[in-house]
């Protein structure tokens, strides 16, 4: 063998080196393929406006898309409250059926009714759709307010409370019922605990927001 064929076999190795390496990255980059949910990485831009439940199933939908589940209908969990010319919307109704599995392919809840009492979200398994872990209490920033506008039970609420930014209309003043993704929050109480239904928000501005440990962040679930 000379010297001309040893540097074409070794220059042919190289290239298969790289680009199997180029492969395993591009598969870690990708969520896994049962994925069908995620928290938001990022939120809109506009805190507790979201363009309404239209323009929050557009983010995840994007967001989703850009990691390669774009094929399927993501849906965000929001509730919102009724008004004059339409009724309620609550966010249990409007995410499929299940089951629902993150970026990683951890099953979270088997259905709505799992979801609702023992499901598997924790800091560890609320990823993004990056399949990253999202800040939780002790981490700078806190990020563990969620938005959902709901009770425990993903459903809205009565009256004419704002625990919804306007319905997701609202960058200023209002309210958003907000849940902790870590299961944490100041005391060992329920709604200490709850990764839907903790506490309202101080207002609906990026910085009102931020002020209780949030950046407007959401869930996602597909819903097929």
Same mark, same amino acid.
């Given at each position: 063998m000379?010297?001309?064929t040893r ?16 492969t395993v990255?591009?598969?870690q ?5 049962k994925m069908?949910?995620?928290?938001t ?15 929050a199933?557009k983010?995840c ?38 089951p629902?599995?993150?970026?990683k392919g951890?099953l979270i809840?088997?259905?709505? *009714? ?9 800091k560890q398994?609320?990823?993004t ?15 563990? *307010?969620?938005?959902?506008g709901?009770?425990s ?6 009256g ?5 930014c ?15 993704? *870590?299961?944490?929050?100041l005391?060992e ?6 990764w ?16 209780t ?8 679930f597909?819903?097929?």
């Amino acid at each position: 063998m000379n010297a001309r064929t040893r540097l074409s076999i070794a220059a042919a190795i190289a290239a298969l080196s790289v680009t199997a390496i180029g492969t395993v990255s591009a598969e870690q980059a990708m969520p896994h393929k049962k994925m069908s949910f995620f928290v938001t990485s990022s939120n809109p831009g506009k805190g507790g406006d979201l363009g309404g439940l239209a323009g929050a199933d557009k983010h995840c939908q994007a967001l989703a898309a850009a990691v390669g589940a774009g094929q399927r209908t993501w849906r965000a969990y929001l509730s919102t409250g009724a008004t004059a010319t339409e009724p309620a919307t609550n966010a249990r109704g409007r995410i499929g059926k299940g089951p629902w599995h993150n970026a990683k392919g951890v099953l979270i809840a088997r259905n709505v *009714d799992e979801l609702h009492s023992d499901n598997a979200i924790t800091k560890q398994t609320a990823l993004t759709e990056k399949g990253e872990i999202v800040n939780g209490r002790g981490d700078m920033p806190n990020l563990h *307010d969620i938005l959902t506008g709901s009770d425990s039970q993903g459903m809205a609420f009565p009256g004419n409370l704002d625990t919804t930014c306007g319905n997701w209309t609202k960058s200023g003043d209002g309210s958003a019922q907000v849940g902790h993704h *870590d299961r944490r929050g100041l005391d060992e109480k329920p709604p200490a605990k709850s990764w839907n239904h903790s506490h309202p928000s101080v207002g609906c501005s990026p910085d009102a927001l931020r002020r209780t440990g949030g950046g407007g962040l959401f869930y996602c679930f597909a819903t097929n």
